[in-house]
């Protein structure tokens, strides 16, 4: 399936990097791609992603997010949202500014898509506070359209380990009880191999290290689950093969610079402008499995 023309307008709150992709870097040109106008808000803006040995910037907080909404109603452009993506968010003040946003764009659209990337942690280290955990379980989750947590993410969430397919369904019933009606675990690893509509996608693990993937996961289910209403397991299929193809064409990149001589850290940014074929029309491999 192409990527078409979508008459959505789509706010996206989540971090910035001058130089690199994570956050909003890799959410506005692929949601642009899929015919959104995106307005992105910065919740940091740094000169760099934080897994480089330094990075210099800003933070925003809760009282600045709401001079910008303020600013935007007042001229009447809060009523045209049909979706809004959130991602980094690293305090208490500004997520619950966060929730103040949502009640208020539902105002003046009750449809509203709201896409949650809860971004707290991965790999069994946490990002942000852990104060933050709670806000997100008990005011933010509950208003979203679809929650996209990593497994750290929903073992936080959850309060339970996951170490088994039975373990991830459980963890995404957990999370349905909380109020969003589509959750999507984006990345799961488990040692055992074995709507509601319950499905998976399996892909095969590529040997690199990569950042920004969560964050152009959601802004891609955004943007296919708007093209497949109501079919979330075929949204998830292309947006993993969009996924996949970008890490290829990345990792393809980052071996020929290490065969040139060149390493660090930068040679690991995601290719994403590279990508566009990738982010549109991607090649479904890796097809969805419906569970019972």
């Known amino acids: 399936m192409n990527a078409t023309s979508s008459t959505g307008r789509a706010l996206t709150?989540?971090?910035?990097?001058?130089?690199?992709?994570?956050?909003?870097?890799?959410?506005?040109?692929?949601?642009?791609?899929?015919?959104?106008?995106?307005?992105?808000?910065?919740?940091?803006?740094?000169?760099?992603?934080?897994?480089?040995?330094?990075?210099?910037?800003?933070v925003m907080t809760g009282d600045q997010l709401w001079s910008l909404v303020e600013g935007l109603e007042t001229n009447g452009l809060l009523k045209g949202y049909t979706h809004l993506l959130t991602g980094y968010i690293g305090s208490a003040s500004m997520l619950r500014t966060v929730a103040r946003l949502v009640r208020k764009l539902r105002q003046h659209n009750p449809d509203l898509v709201y896409v949650c990337d809860p971004v707290l942690g991965d790999n069994g280290k946490m990002y942000v506070p852990a104060p933050l955990v709670g806000i997100y379980r008990d005011e933010?989750?509950?208003?979203?359209?679809l929650v996209v947590p990593n497994q750290f993410e929903a073992?936080?969430?959850?309060?339970?380990?996951?170490?088994?397919?039975?373990?991830?369904?459980?963890?995404?019933?957990?999370?349905?009880?909380?109020g969003p009606p589509n959750v999507v675990l984006t990345s799961v690893d488990l040692d055992e191999k074995r709507c509601e509509q319950r499905f998976k996608i399996t892909v095969p693990r590529i040997p690199s290290y990569f950042t920004g993937t969560g964050d152009l996961?959601?802004?891609?289910?955004?943007?296919?689950?708007?093209?497949?209403?109501?079919?979330?397991?075929?949204?998830?299929?292309?947006?993993?093969?969009?996924?996949?193809?970008?890490?290829?064409?990345?990792?393809?990149?980052?071996?020929?610079?290490?065969?040139?001589?060149?390493?660090?850290?930068?040679?690991?940014?995601?290719?994403?402008?590279?990508?566009?074929?990738?982010?549109?029309?991607?090649?479904?491999?890796?097809?969805?499995?419906?569970?019972?």
């Open 140 to 145: 933010i989750v509950p208003l979203a359209t």
């Open 155 to 178: 073992e936080l969430l959850t309060g339970s380990p996951i170490a088994s397919e039975d373990d991830a369904i459980a963890a995404c019933a957990a999370l349905h009880a909380m």
């Open 217 to 292: 996961c959601a802004a891609l289910l955004l943007a296919w689950s708007d093209k497949l209403p109501g079919q979330l397991g075929r949204a998830a299929e292309r947006a993993v093969a969009s996924l996949q193809g970008v890490l290829r064409k990345t990792a393809q990149a980052q071996a020929e610079a290490e065969a040139a001589g060149k390493t660090g850290i930068g040679c690991r940014e995601l290719r994403l402008v590279q990508s566009v074929e990738e982010l549109t029309r991607p090649t479904v491999t890796e097809e969805v499995q419906w569970l019972e």
């Open 13 to 58: 709150i989540q971090s910035h990097v001058v130089s690199g992709y994570v956050g909003n870097k890799c959410a506005v040109f692929p949601l642009q791609l899929h015919g959104f106008d995106v307005d992105p808000i910065l919740s940091v803006q740094f000169s760099n992603h934080t897994g480089y040995g330094s990075w210099k910037g800003e």
